[in-house]
């Protein structure tokens, strides 16, 4: 039986970075990457132009702002969270290795966001909170690294028409998606695929709401309930 590549499929060290350039080689110059994430296929820019034509190729609402590509230590650095909030999150990184997204506050003023055009800003924020994706695989990782060393904030949202379902392979996303694209890369499948079209679950960690029921919801419940007797609503 023939192996079916999976996003989270070990990948050289050596082809990791070179992807990750690839992709900030497209970013830079002003133009959309597609790449895989263990949650979905994404969809990505960092200047207006690209995130304009990113809402424009999903038909997606401005009233849904797109979500900024992290790890916990941009979260730190940019979201305003008490530590007692902070150790969730890192419980739910480095003791069960689960892949969501945070809300909360943001530091306005800080360098990289300083750095962000005032349009990507403005639609990729809400009520002074920022949406930020966290630990949605190895290259997700490797793209926030080199976000923050490069002081480039990248933004997105899944590569699919707006509320047609996430896309776990390359070729499953719509055509008028993927030819707003300079670059798409193919990992295989992401590695939670499934079949109700879920994304990354989204949690506001102001008052632990659930913003989106994503993928992992039930575990990551499950470990608010046990280890922090947090009932998500």
Same mark, same amino acid.
């Given at each position: 039986?023939?192996?079916?590549?999976?996003?989270?499929?070990?990948?050289?060290?050596?082809?990791?970075? #070179?992807?990750?350039?690839?992709?900030?080689?497209? @970013?830079?110059?002003?133009?959309?990457?597609?790449?895989?994430?263990?949650?979905?296929?994404?969809?990505?820019?960092?200047?207006?132009?690209?995130?304009?034509?990113?809402?424009?190729?999903? #038909?997606?609402?401005?009233?849904?702002?797109?979500?900024?590509?992290?790890?916990?230590?941009?979260?730190?650095?940019?979201?305003?969270?008490?530590?007692?909030?902070?150790?969730?999150?890192?419980?739910?990184?480095?003791?069960?290795?689960?892949?969501?997204?945070?809300?909360?506050?943001?530091?306005?003023?800080?360098? @990289?966001?300083?750095?962000?055009?005032?349009?990507?800003?403005?639609?990729?924020?809400?009520?002074?909170?920022?949406?930020? @994706?966290?630990?949605?695989?190895?290259?997700?990782?490797?793209?926030?690294?080199?976000?923050?060393?490069?002081?480039?904030?990248?933004?997105?949202?899944?590569?699919?028409?707006?509320?047609?379902?996430?896309?776990?392979?390359?070729?499953?996303?719509?055509?008028?998606?993927?030819?707003?694209?300079?670059?798409?890369?193919?990992?295989?499948?992401?590695?939670?695929?499934?079949?109700?079209?879920?994304?990354?679950?989204?949690?506001?960690?102001?008052?632990?709401?659930?913003?989106?029921?994503?993928?992992?919801?039930?575990?990551?419940?499950?470990?608010?309930?046990?280890?922090?007797?947090?009932?998500?609503?």
């Amino acid at each position: 039986m023939l192996h079916e590549a999976r996003t989270d499929d070990p990948r050289p060290a050596t082809l990791l970075a #070179q992807d990750v350039a690839r992709i900030f080689e497209v @970013l830079q110059r002003g133009d959309i990457a597609i790449v895989p994430l263990d949650v979905a296929y994404a969809i990505i820019g960092i200047k207006s132009k690209a995130i304009a034509e990113i809402f424009a190729a999903k #038909q997606r609402s401005f009233d849904k702002p797109s979500g900024m590509f992290g790890d916990l230590v941009l979260s730190n650095e940019l979201h305003i969270l008490p530590d007692e909030t902070r150790e969730i999150a890192r419980t739910l990184v480095e003791k069960h290795n689960l892949p969501f997204s945070i809300v909360a506050d943001y530091r306005a003023g800080h360098p @990289l966001l300083d750095a962000v055009e005032p349009f990507v800003l403005e639609n990729s924020t809400k009520g002074g909170t920022l949406d930020m @994706l966290i630990n949605a695989g190895a290259l997700h990782n490797a793209i926030a690294r080199t976000s923050a060393e490069r002081g480039l904030a990248v933004f997105g949202s899944s590569a699919n028409r707006s509320l047609a379902g996430s896309k776990y392979r390359l070729q499953d996303i719509e055509p008028s998606v993927r030819a707003a694209a300079a670059l798409a890369i193919d990992y295989g499948t992401s590695k939670y695929a499934d079949a109700e079209g879920r994304s990354s679950t989204i949690i506001d960690f102001r008052n632990f709401t659930v913003v989106r029921r994503g993928v992992c919801f039930d575990q990551i419940r499950g470990i608010f309930e046990q280890e922090f007797g947090i009932a998500l609503t």
